[in-house]
């Protein structure tokens, strides 16, 4: 049978046949190769793909999701991409950090418009692949520039691709006390004596808002202790923020800590992302700011980040940010993304109520009370693996297996039946 | 005290200053010979037809969004584009041992491929093993594969200065001498920055000894239909490495034969034994993709997806590729017989010769720094020119500088 095969090849080239291709087929580069396991996050849409149940309810990946279970492009997005068609613009190569226009508006959008770093020309900030791209390569820079500590220090629990992106970087990965199981909240004290033995100069890892996976924010007063701790411990401070605008519904409430440990004098590394809050998600629209010493630091740095960008994808794609610009430098178009934020953000807020409403309807006499206070996209049900499980297999529910849901695919269609499988799985 | 007071300055990527001092200078005449990019003859950027249309296409559908797209990428993307390099028909397709990644861009294909190779292959983690790239080389090459973790980036004999053409016996004689299982960056054509093809008979060669020492095969096909203007032609090689029954990578880049440069369309094929090694190399590269980009962008995968899988669309496609292709016959031929008669010393017939977006003229560096601050004609320090910056209006200007540059530098 092989030797049909070849000899089929060979006519269609007109060579002659050699032995040694033969040979050579027993054997493979990739023997050793081991089967890599599914991503934890992103698997979970693909399960969820396979279940014909017609029940199924997806709350895997943070993707927001309307009122009917469908995708939502938001409509700021589609004028601002026919402004963006009918320009007929050219395709050239972006700078290796980005579109210049997407990146003034990120930083301004994150640090408020006069923010003094901004008018000072301390900051860079560059055009990344998303929030994944823009914490890559901020751990590059970390891995390459900052080799007095190696350490990065992240909440417990964080989103799950952190530890691997700073890892693979070259980084070790710690962490801090964060979420309290027990009250489903924030752990406070735990988490600022754990940052209090935290050695000097290490990286800290802070989720700006919205926290990933629980959803659970420090308060104000909490964020103020915090900044002045991690200012004594002489920690750098590096802020993921991946949900402005989607937590409270406000881009400056939710920017509020980022300004705030600027303000207290820390020069901190920042990454965001415009996945969620814009629905642009597959354009990969991102950005990566360090906050610097002054405006010879920044362009020190620029310099270092362009060497470390160029040999990963040479420059970023120009779609998504062109519409991200677009929409951030158009008042018109500006005003209705705020609009528009706030109401997914509240579509988000109505369900968290409605989920506790039903679970109380069922005859749920758990404490749900932490559903209505987390915020942001996720919420940490407080379910266990095995529950997670029975909702999976039983309910065609699909979820992380830390009980984290994403309260984007919860609809006021789908809602009672979730809130009967989870009473099932937990009474 | 600043964390990053030990940051130093680092100098920037050259082809991108070149065409930053050329933004600059106030010379009407000037003329940007650099970066690879196509040009018209108006010396303008070209957004071709079929994308355009595309593009219309794509804005006016209301059942698409901006959802993420799979790690791997756009399904539909990834088998057509490696369609095109490894034909319809390809056998190893058939076979089902062929996958691939959609990256961004020809960088981001050559990065993800490097990663895997560094974990995965010659051992675990092997970062010894060691990466061949030609002398001389596309400037990025060499950062790939060191950022990717490889400690030893050497160069292969490719291009012979004096001859202006091929070092084949140079080339095979690395090939020979090199650690077996080193990795070999190939050129599929119009080679970056000679312009410098092996012929069919030397690819055979190389073959036959990469097979016999077990030499890893990673194409980058960058140009594929640039070239010679058919996309057949232009991938003769990649398909006879296939025949031969290599395991390997191809790097594809849809930046230059769709115009589609800043949407960072890339496809990194992997032809496999068979399909559970296969299952198993994709499932790796998922990983790594993962911790570098999550999955790769959408726009423009989606135009080049639409473009090849649609009958119409496709030969509207090739058309377009073909345009461009001729446009560089033209200008090469145009450029060698205008230095011919004006009679500047040595020979030009290299500029035909050569292949693809460029071409390595053979100027020294001070004849290129003359050119640069005399004439305002920019170039490479290697004296690699793009033939996409020359026009029916800048030609006489340029063909007579080079000649001044000549005679008066040597």
């Known amino acids: ?427 | 005290m600043s964390l990053f007071t030990e940051v130093p300055q680092a100098s920037p990527v050259a082809v991108f200053k070149l065409t930053n001092d050329f933004k600059e200078d106030p010379n009407p005449k000037k003329v940007n010979l650099g970066v690879g990019a196509y040009r018209t003859d108006e010396g303008l950027p070209w957004v071709l037809p079929v994308v355009k249309k595309v593009e219309q296409i794509i804005v006016a559908d209301p059942s698409l969004n901006h959802e993420y797209l799979p790690i791997l990428g756009l399904p539909e993307f990834r088998s057509s584009a490696s369609k095109i390099a490894l034909g319809e028909d390809s056998p190893a397709i058939q076979e089902n041992r062929v996958g691939a990644v959609q990256c961004l861009g020809g960088t981001g294909a050559l990065r993800i491929g490097a990663e895997f190779l560094r974990r995965w292959y010659n051992g675990n983690d092997n970062t010894r093993t060691p990466v061949y790239v030609s002398a001389p080389t596309w400037e990025n090459h060499n950062a790939v594969f060191a950022s990717a973790g490889f400690e030893d980036v050497r160069p292969y004999k490719y291009w012979n200065a004096e001859k202006r053409g091929l070092d084949l016996s140079g080339f095979l004689g690395d090939l020979e001498s090199a650690p077996k299982r080193s990795i070999f960056v190939l050129h599929a054509c119009a080679h970056n920055p000679t312009g410098t093809d092996p012929s069919h008979v030397d690819w055979m060669q190389v073959a036959e000894v990469m097979k016999r020492r077990k030499l890893f095969v990673f194409f980058d096909s960058a140009y594929q239909g640039f070239a010679s203007g058919c996309l057949e032609k232009d991938a003769w090689a990649v398909r006879y490495f296939v025949t031969q029954g290599f395991e390997m990578f191809c790097a594809q880049s849809f930046s230059k034969n769709f115009g589609l440069y800043n949407e960072r369309v890339g496809n990194l094929t992997v032809v496999a034994r068979d399909a559970d090694n296969l299952k198993r190399v994709l499932s790796q590269m998922e990983k790594i993709v993962r911790v570098t980009w999550s999955n790769p962008p959408c726009q423009g995968a989606r135009l080049v997806a639409v473009t090849l899988t649609d009958p119409e669309l496709f030969a509207e496609w090739k058309a377009n590729v073909k345009t461009m292709a001729e446009r560089v016959l033209l200008m090469r031929s145009s450029l060698r017989s205008k230095l011919e008669a004006l009679g500047t010393p040595g020979t030009w017939d290299h500029i035909t010769q050569q292949i693809g977006m460029f071409s390595f003229t053979g100027l020294n560096p001070k004849q290129v720094e003359y050119l640069i601050s005399e004439k305002s004609v920019y170039l490479m320090a290697s004296g690699r020119i793009n033939m996409c910056g020359l026009t029916t209006k800048n030609i006489d200007y340029v063909a007579e500088s080079i000649h001044e540059s000549v005679v008066n530098v040597q």
């Not at chain 1, 040979?23 to 396991?37: D, Y």
């Not at chain 1, 362009?299 to 060497?307: A, G, H, N, T």
């Open chain 1, 1 to 427: 049978m092989a030797l049909l095969k070849s000899s089929k090849i060979i006519s269609t080239v007109g060579v002659y046949p050699s032995l040694g291709a033969l040979s050579i087929r027993a054997s493979s580069w990739w023997s050793e190769v081991q089967m890599g396991p599914p991503d934890p996050i992103l698997g979970v849409s693909e399960a969820y793909k396979r279940d014909t149940n017609p029940k199924k309810i997806n709350l895997g990946v943070g993707a927001y999701r309307d009122d009917q279970g469908k995708p939502f492009v938001l409509s700021c997005v589609r004028k601002a991409e026919a402004q963006i068609a009918s320009k007929k613009m050219d395709k050239e190569y972006l700078a290796i950090g980005g579109l210049g226009d997407f990146n003034k508006a990120c930083a301004k959008l994150a640090l408020g418009d006069d923010n003094e770093v901004i008018k000072s020309g301390r900051n860079i900030t560059v055009q990344t692949i998303s929030g994944t791209g823009s914490l890559r390569i901020g751990a590059n820079f970390l891995s390459r520039f900052h080799t007095e500590a190696r350490d990065v220090y992240l909440p417990k629990p964080s989103w799950g691709n952190h530890t691997p992106i700073f890892r693979d970087a070259g980084m070790q990965l710690k962490a801090y006390t964060y979420y309290d199981p027990k009250t489903c909240g924030f752990d406070f004290q735990g988490a600022l004596n754990d940052i209090s033995k935290i050695p000097a100069k290490s990286v800290i890892m802070l989720h700006a808002c919205a926290h990933n996976p629980t959803g659970v924010d420090p308060r104000p007063d909490q964020w103020k202790e915090i900044a002045e701790l991690v200012k004594k411990r002489n920690l750098l401070v590096f802020f993921d923020m991946a949900y402005q605008g989607f937590a409270s519904g406000d881009i400056d409430r939710d920017a509020w800590a980022v300004r705030y440990f600027i303000e207290q004098g820390h020069n901190i590394l920042l990454s965001q992302s415009f996945a969620k809050n814009m629905g642009l998600y597959g354009e990969r629209v991102g950005g990566f700011t360090v906050v610097c010493q002054d405006a010879e630091e920044a362009k020190r740095v620029e310099s270092q980040l362009k060497i470390l960008i160029r040999p990963i994808y040479s420059n970023p794609p120009m779609n998504g940010a062109r519409i991200a610009a677009t929409i951030l430098n158009t008042p018109d178009l500006y005003k209705e993304w705020l609009g528009e934020v706030h109401g997914m953000a509240n579509r988000i807020i109505t369900m968290r109520e409605l989920l506790v409403a039903n679970l109380k309807k069922e005859g749920s006499t758990k404490n749900w009370q932490h559903v209505i206070d987390q915020i942001g996209m996720f919420c940490f049900t407080g379910l266990k693996p095995d529950q997670v499980e029975r909702l999976t297999k039983e309910f065609s529910v699909y979820m992380t297996k830390d009980g984290r849901i994403s309260m984007a695919g919860v609809t006021s269609a789908n809602v009672g039946y979730l809130a009967q499988g989870i009473h099932t799985v937990t009474k």
